[in-house]
């Protein structure tokens, strides 16, 4: 049995931090390593807990998608969020973060995105795929990035 994927939960708001970590912890592929509620205490843990995923909340108790692109050098970035705008998502996938996963969805759905990160593939919902694709077949006046012609191989490979 291969060993648990180590996840580091970021979230400032208590109750839903520690409802995801009690759900996690029923998952035998998942083992929760740590968890902070704010933004300024994700490096010091991940500095001194082995950690294969951080899931982090977008809005805590400053916006952290700004932090994203240092985070993802060191750890996978999963972000779990509340915010269903599609610019905030696009913006936290190309700034590095390796999957978005909605706080409506139910624990499956997180499950599939971690394992899809895991396998070294994007995640998002079909809707922000959809949101992409659209994106994309009108093309901007600039090229894409190289982390943008990435997203798009991983979505394009599921």
Not at 93 to 119: C, D, H, N, Q, Y
């Amino acid at each position: 049995m291969p060993e648990p994927l180590r996840v580091v939960i970021a979230d400032d708001h208590a109750l839903f931090r520690q409802g995801l970590k009690s759900m996690l912890k029923l998952q035998p592929e998942v083992s929760v390593a740590a968890e902070v509620d704010c933004v300024s205490d994700i490096v010091p843990t991940l500095n001194k807990t082995p950690c294969d995923v951080l899931l982090l909340d977008l809005q805590m108790e400053r916006n952290a998608l700004a932090d994203i692109e240092s985070l993802a050098r060191r750890v996978r970035v999963v972000v779990v969020t509340a915010s269903e705008q599609p610019s905030d998502a696009l913006a936290a996938i190309r700034a590095g973060a390796r999957a978005v996963v909605f706080k409506r969805f139910a624990l499956e759905t997180l499950m599939a995105a971690l394992r899809a990160v895991t396998e070294g593939h994007v995640w998002m919902p079909p809707a922000l795929q959809a949101e992409l694709t659209a994106q994309m077949s009108h093309p901007a006046a600039e090229a894409l990035t190289s982390r943008e012609r990435e997203i798009v191989r991983h979505v394009a490979l599921g």
